[in-house]
C-alpha cells in the first residue's frame, strides 16, 4: 500500500430486533439490541490494530452506536452524514421480505436493480446520495485511515463503485451485522485502479447468507 493510498473500513452496524426478525427497518431509526451491541464490540476487536484519522457514520442511532463502541477509548467522534443512512422501504417498512407481493420479492431477489419501493426508494436513488458524499469524503482524506459505520447497502453501493464490480453481483457481498470490509483506495482521483477490498470480520460465507432486509 503507497504512503497515498486511503483506507476505508466500511461496517455495518450490530444487530437490531428488526434484524432479528428479518423486518425492514431501512430508514427506520430502530436501535441496536445486546447482540448487536456484541457484534459491535467483536468488529472493534478486529479493528484494534488501526488509527482512525476521520470517521463517518449514518445518522440512524444504530449506526452512530456501532460507531461510538468502535471509538471507544479514542478522542475521534463520529461525523453523522445523511446521505448514508439506508435504504428506505417506504411502504414495505416494517414487513418481512415474504409478506411484500409475489413480484416485489422476486424482483427483489433476482434484479433488485429493478426495484423502486412505494413511497421510498431504488438502490438507483440510493446511489445518487451515498457516491457524491463518499466521494468528497475519499478526496478530503487522501492516504488516511477513515472509519465509516453504515448500513449493508450503503456499503455494497459504495462496493460496487470503487472495485468497478458488475451491479448484478450486489447479493454476492455479504454484510453481515457488525461486519468489516477494509477497502484500500490507491488515487481517490480514479477511485477504481488498483481499489482492493478484504473481509476483516466476520470469516466469509457464501452469497445465500445476504440480508434481503436491510
Not at 500500500?1 to 430486533?17: C, Q, W
Amino acid at each position: 500500500m503507497s504512503a497515498t493510498s486511503t483506507t476505508f473500513y466500511l461496517v455495518r452496524h450490530g444487530e437490531t430486533d428488526w434484524n432479528a426478525t428479518e423486518r425492514c427497518q431501512g430508514a427506520l431509526d430502530i436501535p441496536m439490541n445486546a447482540n448487536g451491541v456484541r457484534q459491535a464490540e467483536r468488529a472493534a476487536e478486529a479493528l484494534r490494530h488501526v488509527v482512525f484519522d476521520a470517521a463517518y457514520t449514518s445518522t440512524l442511532s444504530r449506526a452512530q452506536h456501532t460507531a461510538a463502541i468502535l471509538l471507544a477509548g479514542s478522542t475521534l467522534v463520529a461525523s453523522p452524514v445523511a446521505a448514508f443512512a439506508e435504504l428506505s422501504y417506504g411502504a414495505c417498512h416494517g414487513l418481512r421480505p415474504d409478506e411484500w407481493s409475489d413480484e416485489t420479492g422476486a424482483r427483489w431477489r433476482a434484479d433488485p436493480w429493478s426495484v423502486e419501493f412505494p413511497e421510498g426508494e431504488s438502490l438507483v436513488k440510493l446511489s445518487a446520495r451515498v457516491l457524491p458524499e463518499f466521494v468528497r469524503i475519499a478526496r478530503a482524506h487522501q492516504g488516511q485511515n477513515v472509519l465509516l459505520a453504515s448500513h449493508g447497502h450503503v456499503n455494497r453501493i459504495i462496493l460496487l463503485h470503487v472495485l468497478d464490480a458488475d451491479p448484478n453481483s450486489f447479493w454476492e457481498i455479504e454484510q453481515a451485522n457488525g461486519g468489516v470490509v477494509e477497502l484500500t483506495v490507491p488515487d481517490v482521483h480514479a477511485m477504481s485502479v488498483g481499489a482492493s477490498a478484504r473481509q476483516l470480520y466476520p470469516a466469509a460465507t457464501p452469497p445465500a447468507s445476504a440480508s434481503l432486509s436491510g
